[in-house]
């Protein structure tokens, strides 16, 4: 298969461990092209750790995986150049102002006219107003959404964000949501990593959720809704959410706050 061809990421029986902790347990996924993917799991379910694979930070102990067609174990070079990553704590450089980050990023880049970049994706992301403003000033949500501009700078086929909104309040969130969105209509792959149902819910085109180790279930979003017995009849017909589906899979008490615990 060529790498025009391949899923976007392809991963079949990732394993991690941390000591004795055995974090991955043969995860498998993929991810088609232009997707929109969200991996969810409440704290400590490996989410970051998939993600620090899948952008060659840390080495898996076993498994293989292809980011943009290319492996991840013999082609490490290529793959960090199909890719961006936006971790869990924003990027951003608090002194600098907003443009300044972006025109940065672009010139370590050594890409043209870094000005005109900058100056392109403020306006995309709704941050044109506050371009000369240190960043020291922003609210989460702004730091958010100039965290992953950052990360498109260049144009990597291939997007990661590890809970892009946990910590923003609402208002934030849907700014984000709809920056996500937005960059997934341009062909973008988009994985996401996220502790809210919700989220997952609003933005991906299929849902996998890990859980001790492995994905136990891995579907679109009205797939996982058909896990579940057919809604109840009251005096409105009740769709069930993801987090029913969530809880009647994993099983357990259902315990909201494990999932949503915020950091
Ligand atoms: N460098 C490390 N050394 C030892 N244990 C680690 C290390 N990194 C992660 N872990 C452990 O591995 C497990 C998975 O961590 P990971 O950060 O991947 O989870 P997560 O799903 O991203 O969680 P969160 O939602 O809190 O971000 C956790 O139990 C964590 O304590
Ligand atoms: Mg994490």
């Not at 990732?14 to 232009?34: C, M, N, P």
């Not at 930070?57 to 490490?76: E, H, N, R, Y």
Request: glycine fraction near 10%; hydrophobic fraction near 40%.
């Amino acid at each position: 298969m060529t790498a025009r061809q391949a899923p976007a990421i392809e991963v079949r029986g990732l394993e991690k461990s941390y000591g004795k902790s055995r974090v991955l347990r043969g995860v498998d996924f993929s991810v088609a092209r232009g997707g929109i993917f969200a991996l969810l799991g409440s704290n400590g379910a490996g989410k970051t750790t998939v993600v620090r694979i899948l952008s060659t930070l840390l080495k898996a102990d076993g498994g293989v995986a292809s980011v943009g067609g290319f492996d991840l174990a013999t082609q490490p070079a290529n793959v960090r150049e199909s890719i961006s990553l936006t971790g869990q704590f924003a990027a951003v450089d608090e002194i600098l102002s907003g443009r300044e980050n972006l025109v940065l990023v672009a010139r370590l880049r050594h890409l043209s006219r870094p000005g005109k970049i900058a100056d392109d994706l403020l306006e995309r992301f709704s941050l044109t107003d506050a371009a000369a403003r240190k960043v020291s000033t922003y609210s989460g949500g702004m730091r958010r959404r100039l965290d992953i501009a950052m990360s498109l700078i260049g144009n990597p086929p291939v997007i990661f964000l590890d809970e892009p909104t946990t910590g923003l309040d609402p208002q934030a969130r849907v700014e984000v949501w709809q920056a996500v969105k937005e960059l997934a209509g341009r062909g973008t792959t988009v994985l996401l990593t996220t502790q809210y149902l919700e989220e997952a819910e609003q933005l991906a085109d299929r849902i996998a959720i890990l859980h001790e180790g492995r994905i136990i279930v891995n579907g679109t979003l009205a797939e996982l809704k058909r896990l579940l017995p057919p809604a109840e009849v009251e005096y409105v017909e009740k769709q069930p959410t993801l987090e029913d589906v969530f809880f009647a899979i994993v099983g357990g008490e259902r315990k909201s706050a494990s999932v949503r615990t915020e950091k």
